[in-house]
């Protein structure tokens, strides 16, 4: 009897795990730390065909360009002009993603990301980050949120085929402030498999520069795509996050 | 008299410093590490136009599979059934440099490599790798030897267009011995400039593989232009470079 009650157990447990894997998001605690299965976003097929070949990726840059008042980092410290400077979640911003159209304040772009996109918003600041289904074809983003330090931060992973014939990875974090907030922050992304190890550590950029832009650039964290496989375990990319604070800001604090 | 003594010497070290400045490789120690100012070598210009958007790069790995035994790493276990097992320094060798149709033994490949190419063997674990000259056009190699552990080790950082339009930097660390000496090892290349860090750990390659096959594999550090860049400082860049013994490989030691 006990043979059949445990063989049950196993059962419920078997439709628990394959219930949990058709889930957009799923979080779970591996060894102590927090492991985010990341699935990928759709919100690029809205420009799929255009964004070949990097037209739509140029198509949305200049988008950027036209709308944010903070594209560049060199823009960083000309916000006391800003109309907007006495509060900071007044300031006009659009979607961090690739296709969305959207428009809105700074003080909004968490709850749009949460009901528009449905990304959900994690709690700590180390997690691993688990990207499934890396094999998907380029535009493709993988993006999680997390809250940690008194801040939301937006990791988005692209594969994206920048130039012809030469797919890459690219991984950046965002935080949902104004660049002189993101200024006393530092994130560190690790990549540890099959005897080799890849850090990342940079600080992290604004939502109110494009995040197109950043990619673009290549000031991330850039994989090619035998990298890639080199690092992933049947198809999907793990990649450990660490944000912490940085101390040579803290006199300057929040905006 | 004691001050123009002291002038003298003054311009008698300035004189000396001119004359390192122009000497193919430089060394000093600065805060206790050592430092390593390497030049380009030149050895690719035999190949230059032809190596341009990849054929030369493409010829010279067709010669690598043509004369290696170790070409690949899953070829690594194969070295049993090698007539040269009994003593490995008689394996036969191509330069692993990229234009040189040199073939010898793998016990003169230093010697080869120090008296054809003018590559000096530096001693320790830790240095820092200084690459001048960037800016130079592709395709460029910057290569330094060094002695540690009881073995020779060289890194090359090669420029390269891989895909047309798309510069990228790429470096690794090659072990003067077999693949299973090189198991014995890891290496890690660390960049630090502008707020920003990336570090690349792994375990060496043989300089029985090709260091060309390695490199177009894209299996190593790869920088694309901006971020070599951001991590340029006047047009040098510094890597540090560590080697460690692995420990998880003592039981086999050297063949």
């Known amino acids: 009897m006990l043979f059949f009650t445990q063989c049950f157990g196993a059962v419920l447990d078997l439709i628990h795990l394959r219930f949990q894997h058709y889930k957009a998001k799923r979080v779970f605690s591996a060894a102590g730390q927090l492991v985010c299965v990341v699935n990928p976003t759709h919100s690029l097929k809205v420009l799929g ?79 691993v980050f688990l990207a499934t289904d890396m094999h998907l074809p380029a535009p493709t983003d993988w993006i999680i949120m997390h809250s940690c330090l008194g801040h939301q931060f937006l990791l988005v992973l692209r594969k994206q085929e920048k130039y012809e014939g030469h797919l890459q990875f690219f991984a950046t974090m965002m935080l949902v402030g104004t660049p002189t907030q993101a200024d006393n922050f530092t994130y560190r992304l690790e990549l540890n498999r099959n005897q080799r190890r890849l850090k990342w550590e940079a600080t992290p950029r604004s939502v109110l520069e494009c995040v197109d832009s950043v990619i673009s650039d290549g000031d991330c964290l850039v994989l090619n795509t035998s990298l890639a496989q080199l690092f992933s375990d049947n198809g999907s990319l793990a990649i450990g996050i660490a944000i912490t604070s940085s101390q040579h800001h803290t006199a300057e604090s929040d905006m």
């Open 49 to 127: 065909d255009q964004s070949e070949k990097g037209q739509g990726w140029e198509a949305e840059k200049d988008r950027c360009h036209a709308t944010h008042a903070y594209t560049h980092p060199s823009s960083h410290h000309l916000h006391h002009s800003h109309e907007a400077v006495h509060d900071p979640q007044l300031i006009p911003c659009t979607c961090p993603l690739f296709s969305c159209q959207w428009e809105g304040h700074l003080e909004v772009v968490v709850s749009h990301l949460q009901q528009t996109h449905r990304i959900n918003i994690l709690q700590g600041a180390e997690i």
